[in-house]
């Protein structure tokens, strides 16, 4: 089983009408990830604190009917976040969030991970805001200290960020206990480092995503590989990494393929195929299994 911690939020999704209209839509970084891996195929459980607001309750319903694992969901009465993404002619989005007092940036260190599990996600606003970022740094340092395999998407929204430098720090202090750091063009931008000094931290893989300019991985061993991009009508950009982050850990913790080597061409390829298909719906919807193999040229 994959577990995938972070914040459930609501985006509100601008819609074309009535003009000036947002629809709902569940969304979070994590959240999506989690759904991703469900639709995908693979085991998953989502690890959270989730309002039970009339919106908490409509997250919960949406990884329940993809046969996510909720056993890890914490409950409160605090409200659930909202972001509100602003999308770009070309699709991709930036955002603002309401997080005063919200649910998921309550979150407290769960016990240990149930045995069985075999990889660890986490990323973007739940390792920012306090106190539940402290309590998922922990759970990152815990497990992957007794060897569980763990990916770290930044995933990086500079209006939640009060203090660039420490949380830069921060992130440094990270990577010795992450194995795939994944991030986009942007987030390497903002944290201003290289993939080369990212690996010496201690991952063994960097994925970058460079959107229409597809997927870069560098590894320990001194291994690049990059694959294009799918080319397809863009609706918007929303949860595109995110896909990528469960196509990776899906094919990952599935042996890409056998054992021995990772087969990083083959990965970052289901990876793109993956993330091409979300990008033709609007909001967070990434593809199920069967629409991947019907959209991926057989070998």
């Known amino acids: 089983m994959i577990v995938v911690g972070g914040e459930a939020l609501i985006d509100l999704v601008p819609v074309e009408r009535p003009p000036g209209a947002l629809l709902p839509r569940p969304g979070g970084g994590p959240y999506n990830t989690a759904l991703a891996l469900a639709r995908l195929g693979a085991p998953v459980a989502f690890c959270s604190r989730i309002s039970t607001d009339g919106f908490g309750a409509s997250l919960l319903d949406g990884l329940r009917a993809a046969g996510v694992d909720l056993s890890l969901v914490q409950r409160g009465p605090e409200p659930t976040t909202l972001a509100v993404p602003s999308l770009a002619p ?6 603002g969030f309401y997080v005063e007092g919200t649910a998921d940036r309550l979150f407290r260190l769960p016990p240990a991970l149930p045995e069985g599990v075999r990889a660890l996600a986490l990323g973007t606003c739940s390792l920012v805001l306090e106190p539940g970022a402290s309590a998922y740094e922990t759970l990152l340092r815990r ?6 395999l763990t990916l770290l998407d930044p995933n990086i929204r500079p209006a939640l960020i009060a203090d660039p430098a420490a949380y830069r720090a921060r992130f440094l202090s990270w990577l010795p206990h992450v194995g795939v750091l994944k991030l986009s063009e942007e987030d390497a931008a903002w ?3 290289r993939p080369a000094d990212w690996l010496a931290a201690g991952p063994s893989a960097v994925v970058l995503t460079r959107g229409a300019g597809g997927l870069t991985v560098w590894t320990r061993e001194g291994a690049e590989h990059s694959v294009p991009a799918r080319r397809v009508a863009v609706v918007d950009t929303i949860g595109a990494g995110d896909t990528v982050n469960a ?3 899906h094919r990952l913790t599935a042996g890409a393929g056998g054992p021995g080597p990772v087969d990083w061409p083959e990965v970052l390829s289901y990876a793109a195929a993956a993330a091409a298909l979300t990008c033709t ?6 593809p199920y299994a069967c629409e991947l193999s019907a959209a991926r040229p057989t070998p």
């Open 281 to 286: 719906r609007a909001g967070a919807e990434p």
């Open 247 to 249: 196509a990776l850990l």
């Open 90 to 95: 070309d699709g991709s989005a930036a955002y």
């Open 191 to 193: 944290l201003g480092g």
């Open 143 to 148: 497990e992957a200290g007794r060897g569980l």
